[in-house]
């Protein structure tokens, strides 16, 4: 089991930055992929950004490419989500997640949940 806790989450002004940490406890979280999701209200949760165990591999989602940064530090057991030039339709709960199954960067891969920490872009 891993539990998964967001933090840096705010009210940041179009342009500005932030950046997400997910701290995580249990198990090893060498041996997970880890990802980040999002969730505005009404919409579907959407994936952002993914990193794999060894951090080898990255993945973007269009949106945000060139402006968001994915990192992980294994000896921290911790995952970041570098967020530049954010833009208002950024605003939503923002997700950790996790697994030890790799697969697609889709949604249904991940088994580990954090409890969201929420962005607002104003504009």
Do not use: H
């Not at 090893?28 to 209200?41: I, K, L, N, V």
């Not at 889709?106 to 504009?123: A, C, E, I, L, N």
């Amino acid at each position: 089991q891993v539990q998964l806790v967001e933090s840096g989450g705010g009210l940041v002004q179009a342009g500005g930055s932030l950046r997400l940490s997910c701290a995580t406890s249990g198990r090893t979280f060498s041996s997970y992929d880890a990802g980040w999701f999002r969730q505005a209200p009404g919409k579907e949760r959407e994936s952002v950004a993914g990193i794999t165990r060894t951090g080898l591999s990255i993945y973007y989602a269009d949106a945000v490419k060139g402006r968001f940064t994915i990192s992980r530090d294994n000896a921290k057991n911790t995952v970041y989500l570098q967020m530049n030039s954010l833009k208002p339709e950024d605003t939503a709960v923002y997700y950790c997640a996790a697994t030890n199954s790799p697969g697609s960067w889709s949604r249904k891969t991940y088994d580990y949940w954090g409890q969201g920490t929420q962005v607002t872009v104003s504009s």
